[in-house]
Antibody, heavy 122, light 106 residues
C-alpha cells in the first residue's frame, strides 16, 4: 500500500522560498505508470493543482497562475519528490498535499499525503 | 483554459436521500473527469475516474455519469459518512483543473 508523507517548514517569510518534500513509501517513485504532483488548498478555498512531474520522461508541468515561481523535482535515491516555490506571498499560504497521479486512471490522483500547512508571515 | 463549474455550491440533504451533484466543463472534455470527496482535516479521496469508473473500495452507492460537457456524481442513499465537500477534476494534457466544490450538509 503506497503512502505519501509531506514535510517542510510550516512557516515561511514573505518573498522567501518555500520548500516541501514528499516521501514515497511502499512503492517505486520511478514507476512509469505514475506522475507525482502537488495540490494546495488555501483557507476557505477549493483545491488547486500546483505542479506535476513524470520521472520516466523528466517532464514537469506547472499551473500557469504560479508565473514560473515553482519547481518540482524527484530524488530517486531518497524516494521523494519536492516542490520549491519562490517569492512567496500571503496568497501562497495553504494546506499543501502531495499526490500520486495514475495514468491508468485517466490521470486522476489516487493516493494523497495527509497534507502540510504552510503559513506565510514575517 | 477549460473551466469546471459545479452546482449547487451547497446542498442540504437527509440520511437516505438521493443526491446529485453536477459538474459542467466550458468545452467538451470527453470523459476525462474524476470526482473526489474531501472531509475536514483529511486528504481528498478519489471516488470516480474516467467519468464513471468507481475507484476500488468506494461504496457502490456512489456513481458517476456524463461525457462531453456535463457530468453528474450521484449518491443513491446518503449516509452519515457522506457529509463532505465533493470536487470534480479535469485532466487536460498537461494540467489539472478542479471545480470549486459542492458541500453536502445535513
Amino acid at each position: 500500500q503506497l503512502q505519501l508523507q509531506e514535510s517542510g517548514p510550516g512557516l515561511v517569510k514573505p518573498s522567501e522560498t518555500l520548500s516541501l518534500t514528499c516521501a514515497v513509501f511502499g512503492g517505486s517513485i520511478t514507476d512509469s505508470r505514475y506522475y507525482w504532483g502537488w495540490i494546495r488548498q488555501s483557507p476557505g478555498k477549493g483545491l488547486e493543482w500546483v505542479a506535476s512531474i513524470y520521472y520516466y520522461s523528466g517532464s514537469t508541468h506547472y499551473n500557469p497562475s504560479l508565473k514560473s515561481r515553482a519547481t518540482i523535482s524527484v530524488d530517486t535515491s531518497k524516494s521523494q519528490f519536492s516542490l520549491r516555490l519562490m517569492s512567496v506571498t500571503a496568497s501562497d499560504a495553504a494546506l499543501y498535499y502531495c499526490a500520486r497521479v495514475a495514468g491508468d486512471y485517466y490521470y486522476a490522483m489516487d493516493v494523497w499525503g495527509q497534507g502540510i500547512t504552510v503559513t506565510v508571515s514575517s | 483554459d477549460i473551466q469546471m463549474t459545479q452546482s449547487p455550491s451547497t446542498l442540504s440533504a437527509s440520511i437516505g436521500d438521493k443526491v446529485t451533484i453536477t459538474c459542467r466543463a466550458s468545452q467538451s472534455i470527453s470523459d476525462w473527469l474524476a470526482w473526489y470527496q474531501k472531509k475536514p482535516g483529511k486528504a481528498p479521496n478519489l471516488l470516480i475516474y474516467k467519468a464513471s469508473a468507481l475507484e476500488g473500495g468506494v461504496p457502490s452507492r456512489f456513481s458517476g455519469s456524463g461525457s462531453g460537457t456535463e457530468f453528474t456524481l450521484t449518491i443513491s442513499s446518503l449516509q452519515i459518512d457522506d457529509f463532505a465537500i465533493y470536487y470534480c477534476q479535469h485532466y487536460n494534457p498537461y494540467s489539472w483543473t478542479f471545480g470549486q466544490g459542492t458541500k453536502v450538509e445535513i
